[in-house]
């Protein structure tokens, strides 16, 4: 009888756990994607790393400017200045450097397509090509810095 008892208590015990437990946690739901019309919808201030450990901070004025602030660790900051155009479609834009601290010749006026793959509010995709390589960018919104209006 005693067996009967504690083989049910156990049995009562194991289900609460399993139950309690609740097997997988629900997926965390996906920010949804917002449409661009234009620079002013990415205005803001972007926060992003690259494998190399360096920090790039992308400030993005509603008027299509844009600063480019890069922390190479050990090699030092440099920025990188210019303006952001309305491309062939709506979430592509051409890029034109006005001020080049990053590369040893200062090189300015050089153009760059870039496409906006996603973008939600708080994360931003951006991609483009450097030579034959695909550069894929994510970028979170600074929490620091308010949004622009």
Do not use: H
């Not at 739901?29 to 494998?51: F, H, K, M």
């Not at 200045?81 to 006005?98: D, E, I, M, W, Y």
């Not at 973008?119 to 951006?126: D, K, M, V």
Request: charged share 15%.
């Amino acid at each position: 009888m005693r067996w009967v008892i504690v083989s049910t208590i156990v049995s009562v015990l194991v289900a609460l756990q399993v139950s309690a437990c609740g097997g997988k946690p629900s997926p965390r739901a996906r920010s949804s994607e917002i449409p661009v019309t234009g620079t002013a919808t990415l205005a803001g201030t972007w926060l992003t790393n690259d494998d190399m450990d360096w920090g790039y901070r992308l400030v993005l004025v509603p008027d299509g400017r844009f600063a480019m602030y890069i922390d190479r660790g050990k090699m030092g900051a440099c920025q990188q200045k210019g303006r952001l155009t309305q491309g062939a479609g709506p979430s592509t834009f051409t890029l034109t450097v006005n001020t080049d601290g990053c590369n040893p010749t200062g090189a300015t006026g050089g153009q760059l397509t870039i496409s906006v793959p996603s973008y939600t509010g708080e994360s931003l995709t951006l991609m483009y090509m450097v030579g034959a390589n695909q550069v894929r960018r994510v970028y979170q919104r600074d929490p620091k810095v308010p949004r622009p209006n």
